[in-house]
Structure formats: structure tokens, C-alpha cells
């Protein structure tokens, strides 16, 4: 393996990383609503399958609040141009 190929891999993996963190971090209400809505943004700005399924799945269900909904929506419209 090339250098090059061992940076693109190890930049793909914080990559998927950070997304994952987001998502869990979006979804658990052991956060201040303010950070879910912030982890929210972020995945709007990450863009990505996972980012977009995740933010639809906020976007579809009543268990969460209706402030971060709005954010998932936000950020969804966001992560669709990304």
C-alpha cells in the first residue's frame, strides 16, 4: 500500500467515524438539545448516504422534538446538495 492510498483510507475511516459519532450523538437524548441540533448540522454538512438516511429517519419520527426535526430538515436540505 502505497503512502498516498494509506492517508485516502485513514481520511475515509475519521471519516465515516465523525458521521457515525453524529448520528449517535443526534439521536441520544442524554444531550443538550442545542448539541443534537448542532450534530444535526454537521451531518448536513457532511453530506453522504449515512448522513441522509439518518437525518430522514429524525425528519420521519414522532419520539423526537419538533425543534430537531426542523434542524434534521435544515441540514437534509443540505446534505442533498453536498
Aim: charge should be positive.
Amino acid at each position: 500500500m502505497t503512502p498516498h492510498e494509506q492517508t485516502t483510507g485513514n481520511k475515509m475511516a475519521n471519516e465515516r467515524l465523525a458521521i457515525n459519532t453524529l448520528i449517535v450523538v443526534m439521536k441520544s437524548n442524554e444531550y443538550a438539545l442545542s448539541v443534537r441540533m448542532g450534530a444535526a448540522e454537521g451531518l448536513g454538512y457532511a453530506g453522504g448516504i449515512e448522513a441522509r438516511e439518518a437525518l430522514i429517519k429524525v425528519v420521519q419520527s414522532d419520539s423526537y422534538s419538533n425543534d430537531l426535526r426542523a434542524a434534521a430538515a435544515t441540514a437534509l436540505g443540505r446534505a442533498s446538495r453536498a
